[in-house]
């Protein structure tokens, strides 16, 4: 499954109201940390098919990015349920993350 753009317009029905687990990225385009753990979300998005995977651009959504007091990027969030169930700040190895996401 390819990563989705989340913008506060499709939130609500992507994450919050998700059947599937979804991870989300929040990234900025200036943020060298986050180009490298980029390939590596967009793996897990290909790899596997049981959860969705988000990406929200905290320039263009400062609201998402308050409201999820996110204050330094990147930083994951797994919603499951409509809530944060785990989540992770920084580049980390996919193994570490394939851990998050076994989790749920």
Known sequence: MSVMTITK?????EVLKSEKPVLVD???SWCGPCK???PIVDQLA???PQIKVGKINVDEEQELA?????MS???LYLFKDGKVVSSS???KPKQALEAMIAGV
């Open 89 to 91: 700040v920084g580049v």
């Open 9 to 13: 317009n499709n939130f609500e029905t």
């Open 73 to 75: 990027i990147p930083t």
């Open 66 to 70: 308050m409201q999820f007091q996110v």
């Open 46 to 48: 290909e790899e596997n």
């Open 36 to 38: 490298m753990l980029s």
């Open 26 to 28: 929040f990234w900025a």
